[in-house]
């Protein structure tokens, strides 16, 4: 199964670009035509977070636009930039208003995949309930899947700034991982840089942006302001996993 990871777009619409100086529906748009010929093509697309950078309705038409051009399916995790009534009103077409949290499972190519809900509403850090761990405690002992996707990492990447922000107690949640040697892969966002970390049996992989990168040493103007994006180019993961093993790599796009 090949998977194609595209991670916090941060979508605004065209007029009110850029985000963080970066053109951040122009890199999505670039990126949509690299992965559409893509060879081979991929089994699954996910988006791990922060599709939007505001949580308003015309971002996520914005994003449900360009999207329209991706020749697959994109699955969607939500991010703490999401705002869940709006993403599932525009990206779901769900008619009734609903703020509960979206986490779900899906096969494909002979692999199970789950997607987590990691956002903590109105913050920035994420976390878990138990009913979400449930659910996922329930779904690895009875139908294990092969790889998680979530936005929060549930481990720190070793950049202060950004550990502050991750997956908060997540003692169970890596306890119940640790104890499915089947799952195999942590796919996760949010800190706009590519780290790998070692669990028990898994290996969690967070993925670039694909619409800006963070520094991981901020940047102080004399104003004090904080400045945590840089000029690397757009970036997207791509996996292959098949029952003997995964290989991973990433692709920047030029600019
Ligand atoms: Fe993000
Ligand atoms: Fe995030």
């Not at 670039?30 to 060879?39: E, M, Q, T, Y």
């Not at 971002?59 to 999207?67: F, T």
């Not at 995790?77 to 509960?100: C, K, Q, T, W």
């Not at 590519?194 to 993925?207: K, M, N, P, Q």
Request: glycine residues 6%.
């Amino acid at each position: 199964m090949r998977i194609v990871q595209l991670s916090d777009p941060h979508i605004v619409p065209a007029d009110r670009q850029p985000v963080h100086g970066q053109d951040t529906l122009g890199r999505l748009r670039a990126a949509i035509d690299a992965v559409n010929v893509l060879s081979p093509s991929p089994d699954l697309v996910v988006m791990t977070g922060d599709q939007i950078n505001d949580g308003s309705e015309d971002s996520y038409r914005a994003i449900k636009d360009v999207l329209s051009y991706l020749r697959f399916p994109c699955h969607m995790a939500i991010g703490n930039h999401d705002y869940r009534p709006v993403f599932r009103r525009i990206m779901l077409e769900e008619s009734v208003a609903n703020s509960a949290p979206y986490y779900y499972a899906l096969e494909r190519a002979g692999q199970r995949v789950i997607v987590l809900d990691t956002q903590d509403e109105g913050e920035v850090a994420g976390r878990l309930n138990d009913v979400q761990l449930d659910w996922l405690e329930r779904g690895l002992s009875t139908n294990p899947p092969a790889v998680i996707c979530m936005h929060h990492p549930p481990v720190p990447v070793g950049v202060a700034w950004m550990d502050e922000l991750i997956l908060q107690e997540s003692g169970r949640f890596l306890r119940i991982c640790n104890a499915h040697p089947s799952l195999r892969l942590i796919l996760c966002g949010h800190v706009h840089h590519d780290f790998c970390i070692e669990l028990d049996h898994a290996t969690v992989l967070t993925a670039p942006s694909v619409g800006l990168q963070f520094r991981k040493d901020p940047v102080i103007r004399a104003d004090g302001t904080r400045v945590i994006a840089t000029d690397e180019p757009a970036a997207f993961r791509i996996v292959d996993i098949d029952d003997s093993g995964w290989t991973t790599s990433i692709r920047q796009l030029a600019s």
